[in-house]
């Protein structure tokens, strides 16, 4: 399995580790979602020689196909790997599993059929957790820089304000999943503030600078509940 492109010092590098035929790299190739490179190795051999002279930001390992132990099996093998965070990936959303995943050295786990929204959110988390190279937060042509706080569209910059920036960070942290407005109140503004209506008109804002010119709506109201990111209606 190859490369998804040549690997610079400060670029992250994402291991994954499955079947040949393995859904998990192919999601994360074809989202587009993140700014890393992907190598897929289908075995822990292979695995181990490609740590080289840099070991991974993240490995992704198929505890379907190389069983729970295989997390413990890597990081023995090669001491550099002991801090590296690792996502295991199990047959099915099943929790004694998950557990099982967590006891042998697991940092996440997730089953085979998540979501790539999850997916990319549960990646970001622990980049973030553990402080691999900073990736972008992506969603469509949406591309943030938590790190040089900027804010494209396509090619287009946006400006937002620290709170506008704040609560869009918010969301895409948790693609595809409905983010209320006491959360979002709570994490932006503290819990010791007060204000009517505040979310609504940040969310108001952010909206208008997100369609420029006519560009379709990311931000999708639940009602009595929240707003959640998903893609456009076609």
Same mark, same amino acid.
């Given at each position: 399995?190859?490369?998804?492109?040549?690997?610079?010092?400060?670029?992250?590098?994402?291991?994954?580790?499955?079947?040949?035929?393995?859904?998990?790299?192919?999601?994360?190739?074809?989202?587009?979602?993140?700014?890393?490179?992907?190598?897929?190795?289908?075995?822990?051999?292979?695995?181990?020689?490609?740590?080289?002279?840099?070991?991974?930001?993240?490995?992704?390992?198929?505890?379907?196909?190389?069983?729970?132990?295989?997390?413990?099996?890597?990081?023995?093998?090669?001491?550099?790997?002991?801090?590296?965070?690792?996502?295991?990936?199990?047959?099915?959303?099943?929790?004694?599993?998950?557990?099982?995943?967590?006891?042998?050295?697991?940092?996440?786990?997730?089953?085979?059929?998540?979501?790539?929204?999850?997916?990319?959110?549960?990646?970001?988390?622990?980049?973030?957790?553990?402080?691999?190279?900073?990736?972008?937060?992506?969603?469509?042509?949406?591309?943030?820089?938590?790190?040089?706080?900027?804010?494209?569209? +396509?090619?287009?910059?946006?400006?937002?304000?620290?709170?506008?920036?704040?609560?869009?960070?918010?969301?895409?942290?948790?693609?595809?999943?409905v983010v209320s407005k006491s959360r979002l109140y709570e994490a932006v503004w503290g819990p010791h503030l007060s204000g009517a209506n505040v979310v609504e008109v940040?969310?108001?804002?952010?909206?208008?600078?997100?369609?420029?010119?006519?560009?379709?709506?990311?931000?999708?109201?639940?009602?009595?509940? +929240?707003?959640?990111?998903?893609?456009?209606?076609?």
């Amino acid at each position: 399995m190859g490369k998804g492109r040549v690997a610079h010092a400060d670029t992250t590098r994402i291991l994954v580790v499955e079947e040949e035929d393995g859904n998990v790299g192919a999601m994360l190739l074809r989202s587009g979602g993140l700014d890393a490179v992907l190598d897929r190795m289908s075995s822990l051999d292979q695995a181990l020689a490609s740590c080289g002279a840099r070991s991974p930001d993240l490995i992704v390992v198929d505890l379907a196909r190389f069983g729970v132990g295989a997390v413990a099996t890597l990081r023995r093998r090669a001491s550099q790997l002991e801090r590296v965070p690792v996502l295991a990936v199990a047959q099915t959303a099943d929790p004694l599993a998950e557990a099982y995943a967590l006891e042998f050295g697991a940092d996440d786990c997730v089953p085979r059929t998540v979501r790539i929204e999850v997916l990319l959110a549960r990646v970001r988390a622990l980049l973030r957790r553990f402080g691999g190279a900073a990736v972008p937060l992506r969603f469509g042509d949406l591309r943030m820089d938590v790190q040089a706080r900027t804010l494209h569209r +396509g090619e287009r910059l946006i400006h937002l304000t620290h709170t506008e920036f704040e609560l869009l960070r918010l969301l895409l942290e948790r693609p595809g999943e409905v983010v209320s407005k006491s959360r979002l109140y709570e994490a932006v503004w503290g819990p010791h503030l007060s204000g009517a209506n505040v979310v609504e008109v940040a969310v108001s804002r952010i909206r208008a600078k997100l369609a420029g010119t006519g560009e379709p709506q990311l931000i999708r109201t639940v009602r009595k509940t +929240g707003y959640v990111l998903r893609p456009p209606e076609r």
